[in-house]
């Protein structure tokens, strides 16, 4: 009778995600608040509340977090997490530690609570959400731009960063009983076991079994194969004393170093995003609305209160390095309180540090930000566009470092822009670099990924990493212009595919000594295209 009650409430909730996603979609409205609202209405027309604490539900939850994580290593191979650097260990490090200081020092001095309270409450909420600000920045394609990856390196710092935090809470309600020191260095040689076992062993298994199961030409053992990869990893590093992200977390970083990591991405998208949806169920139901009702003035105070605090350091911080657009936007990107705040005070309690009535406030206010940053995001660009006039455009092409088999589309007039619109069709990376402040301002403002430079530069090629691009698609109209982009680019990189548009033939003969890979007759494709219509068209009888 219970299994057949569970399928009841599991049936409905699905029901019920689609019905309310299908409308928020066509206003505009993040799914993430459709699963949270659905949460909730199970939650008070089941009366589930009590069921949203089970150890089990939260498990089905937070696997949706280790997927996205999975997803998220995929993207942060070795090599580039060592060309980010700076962003996750430099700008990561200082953001958790100076919010964290800042916060504790109001927790435990202005609002006069214990230190143990204090120190826990500062590091839950110098967190930000991965959940939410990734989904968004890869939906968007803004994970590529400066900003992008200065959030996305401290994001991925904060996730590594749970870890210790975790380990400080266990610390803390053992009362001092184990020796710190212990903890530490038990931690440590776990650390290096995990990481240890993982890049030496896991590697060969996994380039082994992804292998195996790839020739095999059966879709489901791939599957099989990649799901077993995450999950082993996952209740390795679980068992070894860490969270499940942090082996979800490593495995994709092992599989980013495979040639199979583009189809496991695309493969295991759905999992995640329905996995990620019971995660933000499981959040829904536990939303206490007489507790809103009765303390909404209090949580939206302290939410505006972290919102400023986290804003200004983070802004403050990233302008040492930055431009203030990309400062701001950052900081707005990571002004709200993330997911594993929830596992940080739900572990507190059970510890007896933190109060049960504290902790459900507290988790209010992380869910109260939470459904307020997918209505937020999407106008952070318009916000800060009207906050800062900087003159320069984009100029900044640290984000490019590492960049690998993207197409590069030199020009953004008319034809710039149809390029642009197929390659995302085919959802093709890609890059627009113009010479004109207009062309890439005009490509900004629609969302584009775009650079102000001349290609025929070489420390232009260099930051664009041409060298390693798919593809370097030519739209200039001006002939001189055209000869000395390709010309660049084929000298800096003599295996790079280059297509390039002619309007006329005596265009196309002054290109025909360089080693150009397609050179496309825009007289030439219409009549083509003209007739090809032709054929297409019914016959009419008179």
């Keep these: 009778m219970l299994m057949q009650n569970i399928l009841v409430y599991i049936i409905i909730a699905l029901g019920l995600s689609i019905v309310i996603n299908i409308f928020l979609k066509k206003i505009g409205i993040s799914q993430i608040i459709g699963y949270i609202l659905t949460g909730t209405i199970i939650a008070y027309g089941f009366d589930l509340h009590e069921a949203s604490h089970s150890h089990e539900l ?69 967190l930000s959400s991965t959940a939410i600000v990734l989904t968004y920045l890869k939906s968007s394609k803004e994970i590529y731009t400066p900003y992008g990856q200065n959030a996305t390196g401290i994001l991925i710092f904060q996730d590594i960063a749970v870890i210790p935090i975790l380990i400080l809470i266990s610390f803390l309600t053992n009362e001092g009983d184990q020796d710190i020191m212990v903890i530490l260095w038990h931690t440590l040689f776990s650390v290096v076991i995990v990481i240890g076992v993982l890049f030496t062993v896991g590697k060969k298994v996994v380039a082994w079994l992804l292998h195996f199961s790839a020739s095999s030409e059966v879709d489901e053992l791939f599957m099989g194969s990649v799901l077993f990869i995450v999950m082993a990893s996952s209740l390795f590093a679980y068992y070894m004393g860490f969270t499940y992200s942090l082996g979800a977390f490593v495995a994709g970083m092992i599989i980013a170093e495979t040639k199979y990591h583009h189809k496991v991405e695309s493969d295991i998208a759905p999992f995640k995003d329905i ?166 301002k005009e490509a900004l403002n629609e969302g584009k990924e775009a650079y102000l430079g001349d290609v025929s530069k070489t420390s232009i090629l260099e930051a664009l990493n041409i060298d390693k691009a798919a593809a370097v698609i030519v739209t200039l109209d001006n002939l001189a212009k055209k000869r000395l982009i390709c010309e660049a680019v084929l000298n800096h990189a003599k295996n790079v595919n280059v297509i390039v548009k002619v309007v006329s033939l005596e265009e196309k003969e002054k290109l025909a000594d360089l080693d150009i890979t397609t050179i496309v007759d825009g007289k030439v494709e219409v009549a083509r295209v003209l007739v090809e219509r032709m054929l297409t068209c019914q016959l009419k009888y008179s």
């Excluded at 939850?61 to 942060?76: A, K, Q, R, S």
């Excluded at 596992?343 to 939470?370: E, Q, R, T, Y």
């Design 58 to 126: 939260e498990m089905a939850g937070e696997f949706g977090i280790v997927f996205l994580m999975f997803t998220i290593g995929l993207e942060i191979s070795l090599a580039k997490m060592g060309s980010m650097k700076k962003e996750i260990f430099a700008n990561g490090f200082l953001q958790v530690g100076i919010t964290t200081i800042v916060t504790y020092l109001l927790t435990h001095y202005i609002f006069a609570l214990e230190a143990k309270s204090s120190i826990i409450i500062a590091l839950a909420f110098s």
């Design 275 to 440: 996995l990620l949806g019971t995660f933000f169920v499981v959040v829904g139901m536990k939303i206490d609305v007489s507790l809103f009702i009765h303390n909404i003035g209090l949580i939206i105070s302290l939410f505006l209160l972290i919102f400023m605090i986290k804003s200004l350091i983070m802004f403050a911080l990233l302008r040492l390095t930055a431009t203030s657009a990309t400062s701001l936007k950052t900081a707005l990107f990571l002004s709200q309180v993330g997911e594993f705040s929830f596992v940080i005070f739900a572990l507190a309690a059970s510890g007896h540090i933190i109060d049960d009535k504290l902790a459900s406030l507290l988790v209010l206010i992380v869910i109260f930000s939470m459904v307020v940053t997918p209505f937020f995001v999407p106008y952070i660009n318009a916000i800060t566009a009207k906050l800062i006039k900087e003159k320069d455009i984009v100029t900044d092409m640290s984000a490019l470092k590492g960049r690998e088999n993207h197409v590069v589309v030199c020009g953004y007039s008319v034809v710039g822009k149809f390029v642009t619109q197929y390659l995302e069709e085919l959802d093709v990376p890609y890059v627009v670099i113009d010479n004109s402040n207009k062309h890439v």
